[in-house]
């Protein structure tokens, strides 16, 4: 049952409840398991899933990555995270887009993709406490989690609403000022429960993802915390295994709705085009696929924080570059954490390679992987950007041609998906869409030529009388919603408001 290990040394095996529980390898790498893509490894029969719901293809997807959770378990866990706080009984729906297709993965509660992942990950941490094969916790009865997370946008509210009053566990959430819209902000200094904490922090997002990093890399302080308040620091962010793999879900999910429409036929090969910031959307995609998903293509779609781009087409990494705040504030990003397992796979499980490119990543922002192994990743992986410009333009050609209206993050894949050459051996398109418009009325009305001068709320007002579509009510209803969470503070600040919180868990 000791599957994983870092993506950075193979000394230390741990389960899946260990990995979900710690969230990042002693030595700064990412959980990986071996088995995966390998003869004897992990697979998913496609042809048993295509009648099936979207919770049964989460537990055969869940079943094969996290082999320790027992079957009560994961279905407990499935049934709690997507049930009637999504608003689409098919949890991600697919729909036409012209002659491709799109699949929404905003029905959840807070109307990002990111809810897929963070519903079900604190149903895990929740069963990773005193379980018999983690022997080390059994001593430790009332040790509580608090989940640190830097968000640029959507992360930091979709932790929030998975973790609120969750048993166990306590989560402080930090934003960069200014930096998120005016919707995204509320939805998180809004947020209800009482074991959270959020904090606007003056810096931008890799900023504050820094400092998180560097408090969970200081042994000391999680010592204080485990000894006198009786508390594990842990991560949310989609470095986790038990983010990563909810994800993985909606490529089965989307398949099987291609099939049973009709579209393909079982085992036609298909391709996705996926907004990707920090690599953790796209990646999953890549895990479908080694699970025998038939995925010709993966491309990523970024905004003008192109880092990826560069990257997939030579090889070489470079953070060295100006940060760009676009209106895809999600992604903007130019350290792609999950990365780093392509890294691990396509090296050929190569340990010390990966600690070497992290380390250089860490010293010089910058590292080259040898030209092979690009190559290979090219067979699978490639990539394309839109700037702002061509986001507008997308949002405006998608609705005129489609009748779709997508979120800024969305049209940088829909530009990207215009652009590409169509494939032959490949059946179907799909574009991942992973925001609603609504979290974005602004960006999305000047697009579409509609009033933009109003408050957000105005403008989502307009946007669903212009375009017959409905915000969600849970965003619409922020408008008269209470702030509680006001704090703004500076970096070096942050390890201290995380004190606080660990002593009043
Ligand atoms: C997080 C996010 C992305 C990018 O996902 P990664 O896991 O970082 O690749 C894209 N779009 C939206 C709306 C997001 O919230």
Known sequence: MNTFHSTRSNDQMVTAKQAIRTGIAYDGGLFVNDDLGTANG??????????????????????????????????????????????????????PLGDDWILELFHGPTSAFKDVALQILPRFMARTANTPDVPEQAARTEERIMILTATSGDTGKAALAGFADAPGTGITVFYPEGKVSQIQQL?????????????????????AQSAVKRIFADHEFANTLQDDAHVALSS??????????????????????????????????????????????????YYAKLLGLPVAHLTVASDKNNVLVDFLNTGVYDRNRPFYQTTSPSMDILISSNLERMLYYFSGKDEALVAKL?????????????????????????????????????????????????????ACGYTVLQRMPQRENVAARILLATASPYKFPRV???????????????????????????????????????????EVIDIAQMQDVVRRAAFTL
């Open 444 to 486: 999305v009305n000047q697009a579409l030529g509609f009033d933009h001068t109003g408050s957000d709320f105005a403008c989502m007002d307009v946007l669903s009388q212009q375009t017959g579509t409905q915000a969600p009510a849970a965003l619409r209803g922020l408008e008269y919603a209470q702030e509680r969470f006001t």
């Open 187 to 207: 939805q998180m200094t809004t947020q209800q429960g009482n074991n959270v904490h959020v904090y606007a922090v003056r810096g931008n997002f890799d900023d």
């Open 236 to 285: 949310a962010n989609s470095i986790n295994v038990g983010r990563l793999v909810p994800q993985v879900v909606y490529y089965f999910a989307a398949y099987a709705q291609l099939v049973q429409r009709g579209a393909i036929t079982l085992g036609d090969p298909v391709e996705f085009v996926v907004p990707t910031g920090n690599f953790g959307n796209i990646l999953a995609g």
């Open 42 to 95: 992990p697979h998913i029969d496609i042809a048993g899933l295509v009648q099936s719901s979207y919770q049964d293809i989460a537990y055969s997807v869940l079943k094969a990555l996290l082999p320790d959770f027992s079957e009560h378990e994961l279905r407990e866990c499935i049934e709690q995270a997507y049930g009637d706080q999504w608003d689409d009984t098919h949890i991600t729906p697919l729909k």
């Open 358 to 410: 992290m380390e250089s990543l860490s010293q010089d922002g910058t590292y080259q992987i040898p030209e092979d192994m690009l190559k290979r990743i090219q067979t699978i992986f490639s990539a394309d950007w839109a700037n702002e410009d061509e986001v507008n333009e997308a949002i405006a050609s998608c609705f005129a041609s489609t009748g779709e209206v997508i979120d800024p993050h969305t």
